[in-house]
């Protein structure tokens, strides 16, 4: 057994809990306290606009609920990223001083979401975005003159990145090609969900990220930063999505923003122990759709029993 596993359930407050975040955090949960590993609870809060305290106490709790716990983490201030600003301050000078970084007015770049994960299918890179290519002399002249202030960007490396996945294995990506140069503080000076996940990952002394498949191909680069910024990589391990099988969201991931139900309704349907036992026969940790505790299925996890396509979850019809 690996003492020294340190993962993380990292949950954004943008709304409530949904069975498709459940599974991923049912995974991390196992996936650490299998290993004996210690466990830490992360806010997400980056992004000011679509935060709010409520939801995030209403994490906490839904995830108590479901018989998941960690070891040290949120509320202590220092595990919420809305708390971190210097932390990120640090790690963007770093990356700087490196010539790494440059400012881009493109507005597509602007309105990106930049603070939150990417979704599924969104297109993250700006083909048009020509700030990269400015001299010294253009971009001051330019830093002079906009009356916007630009968001700032990273220069991605154009090699061929190598990751090992946990669950599906090796990628290999070469991020100047297939993601391209990708922001890292927007322009109004909130971090960019991308780089406030490598720092707090890098700082957090995380050796284990688990989490959903949508976010696999963020990895190599979040590897690459963390490595650049001098630390060590954590190793990753995705976990298949859950998508809509009916609906006019057939098809898609469940998420907050097309209202999948959310915990406040699976409480009111599901004992905690009929709602493990529903996620945990849906990713193929048990062979019958029967009531389980996240503990009782510690004695068998395995990888191995994890379906590796997304999961076709027809969740309007939720029963226990
Ligand atoms: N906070 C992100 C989310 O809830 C997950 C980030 C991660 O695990 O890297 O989508």
């Known amino acids: 057994m690996d003492q020294d596993v340190i993962a993380r359930l990292a949950p954004s407050p943008s709304g409530y809990l949904h069975m498709g975040n459940l599974l991923s955090l049912l995974l991390a949960w196992l996936d650490c306290r299998a290993q004996n590993g210690e466990l830490i609870f992360r806010m997400e809060d980056l992004d000011p606009a679509r935060s709010r305290a409520d939801y995030a106490e209403a994490m906490a709790d839904d995830l108590r609920w479901l018989g998941l716990d960690w070891d040290r983490g949120w509320p202590e201030p220092s595990y919420a990223q809305s708390r971190r600003t210097a932390v990120y301050e640090e790690a963007f000078a770093a990356l700087e001083a490196r010539g790494l970084v440059y400012p881009c007015w493109c507005s597509r770049a602007e309105r990106l979401a ?3 994960a990417p979704q599924p299918g969104e297109k993250e890179h700006d083909a048009s975005c020509r700030c990269a290519r400015f001299t010294a002399d253009e971009r001051e002249a330019q830093l002079r003159a906009s009356p916007r202030p630009p968001a700032w960007k990273l220069r991605c490396p154009d090699e061929t990145l190598r990751l ?38 890098w700082r957090m002394g ?19 930063l963390i490595e650049t910024l001098g630390g060590r990589a954590p190793s990753y391990c995705h ?18 923003r097309r209202g999948s139900l959310s915990m406040q309704e699976l409480r009111n349907s599901f004992r905690p122990e009929a709602l493990c036992g529903r996620l945990a026969f849906l ?11 996240p503990r009782e299925l510690l004695a068998d996890f395995s990888w191995t029993r994890v379906k590796t396509e997304d999961i076709l979850c027809d969740e309007r019809s939720a029963h226990p």
């Open 206 to 224: 995380v050796t284990r990220v688990v989490r959903g498949r949508d976010l696999l191909s963020s990895s190599p680069r979040q590897a690459w």
């Open 239 to 256: 976990a298949p999505l859950l998508i809509e099988s009916g609906g006019s969201a057939a098809g898609e991931k469940l998420s907050k």
């Open 164 to 201: 090992i996945d946990g669950h599906y294995g090796e990628l290999l990506q070469n991020p100047a090609r297939e993601v391209g140069d990708f922001i890292i503080r927007r322009a109004d000076g909130v971090f960019a969900y991308q780089l406030a996940v490598s720092v707090d990952d």
């Open 114 to 116: 930049a603070a939150s």
């Open 283 to 293: 990713c193929g940790l048990i062979d019958r759709d029967e009531p389980v505790t």
